[in-house]
């Protein structure tokens, strides 16, 4: 198993980039795919996720509504499509995978995004640098 993330960037406040994660070694339809971020001296968060089964997506509070998660079953590829950058998103970017169905709404948040450690691979990271 392997994800190979690209896309991240130098951007301006306001901006756009779009990560890629591409799989191997399984297809989306049987892994959650997630995006997580993590900062110098800080912990590993969730950003957004999608199912494997359905393609449902959930996502964190603050990046609803300027990220998009997206896949192309085909290309065995997720994607995070993120609009009107602001300085507080630099930060480096992994994509992950979980062999079960983990991107599940509970009590009113998809838990995968604050629980890393449910991911069973991760990819490398891409820095994102959004600047002001």
């Known amino acids: 198993v392997q994800l190979q993330a690209s896309g991240g960037g130098l951007v301006q406040a306001g901006g756009s980039l779009r990560l890629s994660c591409v799989a191997s070694?399984?297809?989306?339809?049987?892994?959650?795919l997630g995006w997580f971020r993590q900062g110098s001296g800080r912990e590993r968060v969730g950003v957004a996720c999608?199912?494997?089964?359905?393609?449902?997506?959930g996502y964190e509070d603050s990046v609803k509504g300027r990220f998009t998660i997206s896949r192309d079953t085909a290309k065995n590829t997720v994607y995070l499509q993120m609009n009107s950058l602001k300085p507080e998103d630099t930060d480096i970017y992994y994509c992950?995978?979980?062999?079960?169905?983990?991107?599940?709404?509970?009590?009113?948040?998809?838990?995968?995004?604050?629980?890393?450690?449910?991911?069973?691979?991760w990819g490398q990271g891409t820095q994102v640098t959004v600047s002001s």
């Open positions: 070694g399984f297809t989306l339809d049987t892994h959650s």
């Open positions: 992950a995978a979980a062999e079960e169905e983990v991107c599940d709404l509970y009590e009113g948040t998809y838990y995968w995004l604050t629980m890393p450690g449910e991911s069973d691979y």
């Open positions: 999608i199912g494997g089964r359905w393609g449902t997506t």
